[in-house]
């Protein structure tokens, strides 16, 4: 922990401390009082509210979802089984897909919020090797598999006749979606979501994928641990998401296990992030024996990813290639969302300016734009669905509306 010492301040600028002091205490915990210096100051160091860290314990889904269930799929003796989460009983369904490496969990702030302004059913699933879902071909990531897999969870669900979908994405899940969507696996599809999925500047991402990849840590002491690294390193901005997010992302593992997983899974130590001066390390395993960075004990857990995502590089080009002429060609209402306007590719460039499709771009976030900005999204997706009459406001939402109109 860095020491800093505090500028000496006259009591009577009390205000002007009031700030120092709050950037001070981005970066320290220890502080060295120095006569004269203003009474503010004093206080404030011997609130607990000021020293405080924040909270990097996971969240119980139950805060978001209303149940969880394990979906069973296929013949009796070999059944894929699929974790989806739930929220609401009336309106149209919106069946959410998570991108590559995150879960059905990344889209639980967001359920919340949707559900506080449109009335409507949720159902967010983790994709086939992610989160809870266990298959026997877990490393085949087709377009073609991972669209059939959303019809067929649907289909147990809600047999032959489900209510009117709509499909929302996020990276390679809004790809899945775009898939599922124009092929027309679910009739009753009324609407289409993608979030920060746009074939040009995907494509031309991929080949960094891989070095992204070996630059975040292979384990984690703890899942406070796995929160907190998500949140300094700005794989995720929100910290409420991350909290019930990562519970998803990664999974605790005995040490002899985790050793094994290591020897199949190759990986560099950790690269620090743009803000490394204040980045703290002690919660990450770097070197390549695990239980030798922590000393752990035969019988003691870490936490490790739960899907390695190197091994699904030759499906990367597939999941993007063609999306956004599937995308335009989709005849129902649909709505991209961007993280950034130098998204865009040539293809979706054109459609917009032809009125094809709705597109609005979110404020300054990051790749995982549904946590970074869940209200931002939800009210984008609430304006969409009552705009083309697919969802109904919920009454309370009306209510205020008609107040402060």
């Known amino acids: 922990m860095k020491e800093m010492l505090v500028v000496m301040v006259e009591d009577k600028d009390k205000d002007i401390a009031k700030v120092v002091f709050s950037e001070i205490m981005k970066y320290t915990t220890t502080v060295h009082i120095y006569p004269r210096v203003c009474v503010f100051l004093c206080v404030c160091m011997s609130t607990s509210e000021a020293c405080s860290k924040p909270d990097y314990s996971p969240v119980s889904w139950r805060e978001y979802f209303d149940e969880m269930e394990d979906v069973s799929v296929g013949a009796d003796d070999s059944r ?9 009983n009336t309106g149209p369904l919106l069946v959410l897909l998570h991108g590559g490496g995150h879960s059905a969990l990344s889209w639980a702030v967001f359920t919340r919020v949707i559900a506080s302004k ?3 059913r949720v159902l967010s699933m ?41 499909l929302i994405g996020h990276g390679v899940g809004g790809a899945i979606a775009v898939y599922t969507a124009s092929n027309m696996l679910l009739t009753t599809t009324v609407g289409l979501v993608a979030i920060d999925v746009v074939e040009g500047s995907a494509t031309d991402a991929l080949h960094s994928i891989q070095d992204l990849l070996k630059e975040r840590p292979k384990s984690f002491k703890s899942m406070d641990h796995a929160i907190e690294w998500s949140i300094k390193s700005g794989q995720i901005k929100n910290l409420e998401s991350a909290r019930v997010s990562m519970v998803g992302q990664v999974k605790r593992c005995e040490v002899e296990e985790a050793e094994t997983l290591e020897q199949t899974i190759p990986v560099s130590d950790v690269v620090m992030e743009r803000n490394e001066e204040f980045y703290d390390q002690s ?37 993007f290639r063609g999306t956004s002429n599937l995308f335009l060609a989709f005849n129902l209402p649909k709505l991209l969302l961007l993280a950034g306007i130098d998204r865009l590719d040539r293809a979706l460039t054109i459609g917009q300016m032809q ?30 669905l009552l705009r083309h009459k697919l969802a109904e406001a919920r009454r309370e939402t009306r209510s205020v509306d008609s107040v402060t109109q």
């Not at 024996?289 to 003691?300: H, K, P």
């Open 126 to 166: 983790d994709l086939r090797g992610h989160g809870d879902t266990l298959v026997r071909q877990a490393d085949d990531f087709s377009t073609q598999t991972m669209s059939s897999d959303i019809a067929n969870v649907i289909g147990v669900c809600y047999g032959e006749t489900p209510p009117p979908i709509v």
């Open 355 to 384: 009125g094809k499709f709705m597109m609005q771009v979110l404020p300054p976030c990051g790749h995982a734009v549904l946590e970074d900005k869940p209200e931002k999204v939800a009210d984008a997706v609430a304006s969409f």
């Open 80 to 88: 894929d089984v699929f974790r989806i989460y739930k929220a609401g």
């Open 283 to 319: 919660y990450v395993d770097e070197k390549e024996n695990v239980a030798s960075e922590v000393n752990l004990n035969e019988g003691q857990s870490v936490y490790v990813w739960r899907i390695n995502l190197s091994k699904s590089e030759k499906y990367w080009d597939g999941w």
């Open 118 to 120: 449109v009335n409507c």
